[in-house]
């Protein structure tokens, strides 16, 4: 076989490495000029981004763009005010009252692991929410422009109008939203659990710093086994695996 007849994967030719390459700088760069993200974080970003944006469809290019922009911004909001927790950048700690134990459904202290607050899975409905309705327009509007660029075809629109299923997008939109909800209670459910909280008396707040000489530390709930990231992680795949996997029954 001739090595000049062999075609490289779609979206890796040189002209298709362009565009996403300016759109994983603009990543990267935007992601260290706030703070958004390490020079670790940095580098797997871009990864995930060259894997990403190389392919289509450009769904997936899309909802990346659009979670790592609007979590980075909600991050940043109050600021000032979330950092005086641990762990704290999720907009649930701004809550007016205090959370309630999702394991016991007893208040406990702002920052609480495993903490659950109206506002909190009222965002993370939301979030869910724009992530799916970004979906669904970024699939609608490719499938437009594959349907209707070829102008010499009169039956573009038709063309166009036989792909459109208003049950896909409707059932997008819905798993999108119930991932973010129900991912906020698993990850909830885990923090609760298997994540140690503890409570300074001095501080008046859940530390997990090593206790002061005049300072009181009380064991608020979880077991010392996993931390933060690792929560994250683990809610994250088991969400996304049991999301795709019902949308598939539910499609197919």
Known sequence: MSLSK???????TASGVLYPAALIAFMVRHGLSKKSLSQSGALAA??????????SP????????????????????????????EWASELGILNKSWPTLITTLKKVPPGTNGGV????????????????????????????VESLLPWQNDRGFDTLL??????????????????GFFGSLLDSLLGATVQKSNYSTKKKMITYKTPEK?????AISGLDILDNHQVNFVSSLLISLSTGYLSLKALW
């Not at 062999?6 to 890796?12: D, L, R, T």
């Not at 871009?46 to 990403?52: D, E, F, S, Y």
């Open 58 to 85: 450009y769904v997936f290019s899309t909802v990346l763009l659009t979670f790592y922009l609007s979590s980075s911004r909600l991050t940043k909001f109050k600021a000032q005010i979330k950092k005086n927790f």
């Open 162 to 179: 036989s792909k459109l299923d208003p049950k896909f997008f409707f059932a997008l939109i819905v798993a999108s939203s119930g991932a």
């Open 117 to 144: 607050s109206p506002l909190g899975l009222g965002a993370s409905f939301a979030g869910g929410l724009l992530i799916g309705v970004t979906a669904a327009i970024s699939v609608l509007v490719q499938l437009a």
């Open 6 to 12: 062999i075609s490289p994967p779609a979206g890796m």
């Open 214 to 218: 005049d300072d009181e530390i009380k």
């Open 46 to 55: 871009a990864i995930v981004g060259l894997g990403t944006f190389t392919n």
